[in-house]
């Protein structure tokens, strides 16, 4: 068994308190993202795709007065046209940053409803329902989007920490993790794994 600290935070799982960076799509934003400092987190999980800026602590954090200007800008635009897909995204992302974890489930809901199957909205989406504590979404989102994309190795990825941390199955963990080391064994979520498989073994 694995003594894996608990948190819901959305970051790289390289250890039990190590710096751990977000992995999670930044698409069509409606300006450009604001990076944080590298703080140290408890294990979890990353969202669909790199950006390269660094995750704060669970919990909402204010935000700043960009972060602010872009969701003001997004919900207008919303608000105005309820189909805009672009701005839902962006609204689901910055929540997501800032971890208005509610906020981010309902905006990448909207955005799902105009264009749906898009793997890394749905795994950003499952982040943030781990955060809010919802476990089975959050699973059932990461395996959505990993049968829609089976070479999604971000989605494949955070199963194993689910069942791992949330839901202790570590026979399903393990063949998560077993699963990206095959698929992508070069890639930095095979060495989060590898790691993973070698302290369930202790």
Do not use: C
């Amino acid at each position: 068994m694995i003594a894996l600290a608990g948190g819901l935070v959305a970051g790289f799982l390289v250890g039990l308190a190590a710096e751990r960076y977000l992995l999670h799509e930044e698409t069509v934003p409606l300006a450009p993202p604001v990076a944080s400092a590298p703080v140290a987190l408890a294990p979890s999980l990353g969202g669909g795709m790199p950006t390269g800026g660094a995750m704060p602590t669970a919990g909402p954090t204010l935000p700043s007065a960009e972060v602010q200007a872009r969701i003001s800008r997004a919900e207008a635009a919303v608000l105005a046209d309820p189909k805009n897909h672009d701005a839902w995204l962006s609204l689901g992302n910055d929540f997501f940053d800032i971890h208005q974890a509610q906020k981010s489930v309902d905006a990448y809901s909207k955005a799902l409803a105009l264009k749906p199957g898009d793997p890394n909205v749905l795994t950003d989406q499952g982040v943030m329902y781990r955060e809010l504590g919802k476990f089975d979404k959050a699973l059932a989102n990461f395996q959505k989007a990993n049968q829609l994309q089976p070479t999604h190795v971000q989605s494949l990825f955070n199963i194993g920490v689910v069942y791992s941390t949330d839901l202790n199955k570590p026979d399903e963990a393990a063949k998560a993790w077993n699963k990206v080391i095959a698929l992508a064994p070069a890639s930095e979520q095979a060495g989060q794994a590898k790691q993973m498989l070698s302290q369930m073994k202790k």
